[in-house]
C-alpha cells in the first residue's frame, strides 16, 4: 500500500489521467446500457430497411446530404430536429434509423428522438462514412458546381 501511495504522488499526471479515463470508460458504459435506442451496422440497417417501413433520418447539414445520401432519407439538421418532431410524429409506430456522417451527431438526435416518444430507433454506426466504407448504395442529389 506504501509503494502504491508513493506511485500516485511520484506520478501524479498518470495517476490522474488514469482516473479520468476510468471514469469517462464506466461513464459511457452507464450511458450504452441506459439508451433507449439501438445501434446497428451499416448491413444491418439494410436488412432493418428492407423488412419494415422503416425510415431514415439524416441528421447531417443539407450541403454534406446532397452530396450523397442513402435511399428514401429524409435530411433533417440535427440543429432543426426538434423543431421538425411535429412533422415526423406521423412516424412513431415506424422505425427510425438515424445517420450522420461519423455516427456521433447521431446519438443526439436519437437521444432526441426517443424522448419525443419514438418507440423504436436505431443508429448506424459510423454513419455515412460507414456505409460509403462497406461500398453500400447512396443517392447523389445533386452534383458540386465549382
Not at 37 to 55: H, T, W
Not at 80 to 95: I, T, Y
Request: charged share 20%; hydrophobic share 45%; glycine share 4%.
Amino acid at each position: 500500500m506504501d509503494r502504491l501511495i508513493e506511485f500516485i504522488l511520484n506520478h501524479y499526471l498518470l495517476s490522474l489521467a488514469l482516473a479520468v479515463v476510468t471514469f469517462l470508460l464506466i461513464q459511457d458504459l452507464f450511458e450504452s446500457l441506459f439508451n433507449k435506442f439501438k445501434a446497428l451496422s451499416p448491413l444491418l440497417a439494410v436488412v432493418k430497411m428492407n423488412a419494415s417501413d422503416a425510415i431514415i433520418i439524416d441528421v447531417r447539414e443539407p450541403h454534406e446530404f446532397i452530396k450523397g445520401a442513402i435511399e428514401n432519407a429524409v435530411n433533417v439538421p440535427l440543429a432543426k430536429l426538434e423543431s421538425q418532431l411535429g412533422e415526423l410524429a406521423q412516424h412513431k409506430d415506424h422505425p427510425v434509423i438515424v445517420v450522420c456522417q461519423t455516427g456521433t451527431r447521431s446519438v443526439p438526435a436519437c437521444k432526441t428522438l426517443t424522448k419525443a416518444g419514438f418507440s423504436d430507433v436505431y443508429n448506424i454506426i459510423g454513419g455515412m462514412q460507414s456505409w460509403e466504407e462497406n461500398k453500400l448504395p447512396i443517392k447523389i442529389a445533386s452534383k458540386n458546381k465549382n
